[in-house]
């Protein structure tokens, strides 16, 4: 049973205007959370990660929003760029294992 | 700076054979996994190592086998191949494997099984 649920699997977005990636998850357990980008043929790359002890967490252009109650977070890009052009995967632990969602393919139209 | 390496990138497999998927790190990590991606599966974890000589189950572990004789290695053993495990597999590893860092990936093998 998935534990990280993306929910859409693809997104589109004009450049310049904000992608917003979303992500659920089920189980309480889980305190950290990352997402990761990947290209095709390639290894996922780190992202941007929070802790559950924070709402909020900003690094350049990308800031992820986590709402414990909702069980749900959020990957907010501002502004879109052609080469955000990948999928996206939210990941989440809990302690040794990390679990991930099954990945948005974010397309930015130039 | 190599970071993690997995070999081979690419591999043809029959039903029933065995191989090895090799994976190294340069980092001095003390955890490391191995995942498969498949479509509309995501990333499912099939084995993880917390340091040498301590491996642990994943969520799909099955068909599958792991040693950690040292820090910087982690094979993973596909013992008799089936074209169930036609899949692209990932190593990654992290400082400590503990809910404060992050994953560094490989580059992926694409194994497909006949």
């Known amino acids: 049973d998935q534990q990280v649920k993306q929910n859409s699997p693809s997104l589109s977005v004009q450049e310049g205007r904000i992608s917003i990636l979303n992500c659920d998850y089920t189980n309480s357990m889980f305190d950290y959370f990352l997402w990761y980008k990947k290209y095709p043929a390639e290894g996922p790359t780190f992202l941007i990660s929070?802790?559950?002890?924070?709402d909020k967490n900003e690094d350049g252009r990308f800031t992820v929003f986590l709402n414990k109650s909702a069980k749900h977070l959020s990957l907010h890009i501002v502004p879109s760029q052609p080469g955000d052009s990948a999928v996206y995967f939210c990941a989440a632990s809990g302690g040794n294992q990390f679990y991930f969602g099954t990945g948005t393919s974010l397309t930015v139209i130039p | 700076n190599a970071g993690v390496t997995q070999t081979p990138k690419f591999q043809v497999l029959k039903t029933g054979q065995s191989m090895t998927l090799q994976c190294a790190q340069d980092?001095?990590?003390?955890?490391m996994s191995w995942y498969r991606q498949d479509p509309g599966m995501g990333l499912r974890l099939i084995h993880y190592s917390v340091g040498a000589g301590i491996t642990d189950q994943g969520e799909v572990p099955n068909g599958y086998n792991v040693s950690r004789s040292t820090t910087e290695d982690f094979p993973l053993r596909l013992l008799s191949a089936a074209p169930s495990q036609t899949s692209v597999y990932f190593c990654?590893?992290?400082?400590?494997?503990?809910?404060?860092?992050?994953?560094?990936f490989g580059e992926g093998s694409r194994l497909t099984v006949l």
């Open positions: 929070i802790s559950s002890i924070k």
């Open positions: 980092m001095n990590h003390e955890y």
């Open positions: 990654a590893s992290s400082l400590s494997g503990l809910n404060t860092g992050e994953l560094f």
